[in-house]
């Protein structure tokens, strides 16, 4: 018995959850979009979560790659790091009705998980909640901006990273979804108003 998730069952668990959010994507209805039944899945040890797990990975790979050219590329830690915001909300934007229908799971994806009920926990990330892979890199590009001058320094980069990930992360995907605002007009609406509170007066 297998339980890996490939990637046409996670395809078909993004349609699921994209039509009917995380409470009406049963398992059924997810072994329907991919063709199969729901006890092919059960055989393999596949349930809904697992298949949420999967797409989980899948959004922490893409955000690696979307902020690598911010992490490696020329210029100061500001114009880098306004360039991985803006890249945060492209990935948001190509999971946009995923990530719509999953609001009320956004923790499944985003945060650390713990305790057999799901719920979220600080404890894993340093009592900040959000999984590293999400807020380090800004917190890198923090770091460099107040090292170059171009950013304000803080005492805790990596605090101020987690606000800023789930500040421009999470308000993208509300008014792109809940308020219907072009992926143009919340991208510049939100990268413009983080970067200018956080940038050095003198850059």
């Known amino acids: 018995m297998s ?3 490939d990637e046409s069952l996670r395809a ?10 995380y409470g009406g994507a049963t398992i059924e209805r997810i072994a329907r979009e991919a063709g199969l039944s729901r006890v092919t ?3 393999r040890g596949i349930d809904r979560d697992a298949v949420l797990a999967a797409l989980a990975e899948d959004a922490a790979d893409a955000y690696r790659r979307a902020l690598w ?3 490696t590329g020329a210029g100061s830690g500001r114009e880098r790091l306004e360039q991985a915001l803006r890249a945060i909300c492209a990935t948001a ?10 609001r009320a799971r956004r923790d499944a994806i985003f945060h650390e998980i713990g305790g057999a009920d799901g719920a979220r926990t600080d404890a894993g990330a340093g009592g900040l909640g959000t999984r590293e892979i999400f807020f380090e890199p800004l917190s890198r590009l923090l770091r460099d901006g ?4 171009s950013l304000r320094a803080h005492d805790d980069p990596d605090e101020v990273a987690v606000v800023l990930f789930n ?7 509300h008014l792109r979804g809940e308020h219907g605002w072009s992926h143009e007009r919340c991208r510049d609406a939100l990268v ?12």
């Open 146 to 149: 107040a090292a170059d001058g």
């Open 41 to 43: 899945l059960h055989r």
């Open 93 to 102: 934007d190509r999971e946009l009705d995923v990530l719509v229908a999953l």
């Open 167 to 173: 500040q421009v992360g999470g308000t993208y995907i």
């Open 12 to 21: 078909a668990g993004r349609r699921a959850f994209a039509r009917h959010g």
């Open 192 to 203: 413009g108003l983080a970067i200018s509170g956080i940038a050095s007066p003198s850059s």
């Open 3 to 5: 339980n890996t998730v």
């Open 69 to 71: 050219p911010a992490l």
